[in-house]
C-alpha cells in the first residue's frame, strides 16, 4: 500500500559527498516525521536525522554539521546531503516514515536501504 524507495548510495572517498533520496508512495494521505537511520554490520540500526512535517530537524550527534536533511511535502520526498564523508559513516541507510493513510490512521513504514561505502 506504501513504499519507501531510497537512492543515491554508492561509493565514496574519505571526504566526499553524497546526496541520498527517499521517495514515498500509495496509498498516502499525509506524511508526518520522517528520517534516515543506518546500520553498519554488528552494530544495532541508529538514528541518523530526522525531520518533521514543519521541517524540524535533529542530528545524530555524529553527523551534526556534516549532514543535512531536507523534504518536499508537496512531493512526498525526502533527501539526506552527506558531507565530509568518514569510512565510519559506512552503512545501510534506511529511509522510515510515520505515515497518515486513508482511514486516518498513522503507520510507520521503512524501505529497504542503500548502502554506502567510505573508503579509499
Known amino acids: 500500500q506504501v513504499q519507501l524507495v531510497e537512492s543515491g548510495g554508492g561509493l565514496v572517498q574519505p571526504g566526499g559527498s553524497l546526496r541520498l533520496s527517499c521517495a514515498a508512495s500509495?496509498?498516502?494521505?499525509?506524511?508526518?516525521?520522517m528520517g534516515w537511520y543506518r546500520q553498519a554490520p554488528g552494530k544495532q540500526r541508529e538514528l541518523v536525522a530526522r525531520?518533521?512535517?514543519?521541517?524540524?530537524?535533529n542530528y545524530a550527534d555524529s553527523v551534526k554539521g556534516r549532514f543535512t536533511i531536507s523534504r518536499d511535502n508537496a512531493k512526498n520526498t525526502m533527501d539526506l546531503q552527506m558531507n565530509s564523508l568518514k569510512p565510519e559513516d559506512t552503512a545501510v541507510y534506511y529511509c522510515?516514515?510515520?505515515?497518515?493513510?486513508?482511514?486516518?490512521?498513522?503507520?510507520?513504514?521503512w524501505g529497504r536501504g542503500t548502502q554506502v561505502t567510505v573508503s579509499s
Open positions: 525531520i518533521t512535517s514543519g521541517g524540524s530537524t
Open positions: 500509495g496509498n498516502i494521505v499525509s506524511i508526518n516525521a
Open positions: 522510515n516514515a510515520d505515515i497518515l493513510m486513508s482511514g486516518f490512521r498513522i503507520y510507520n513504514f
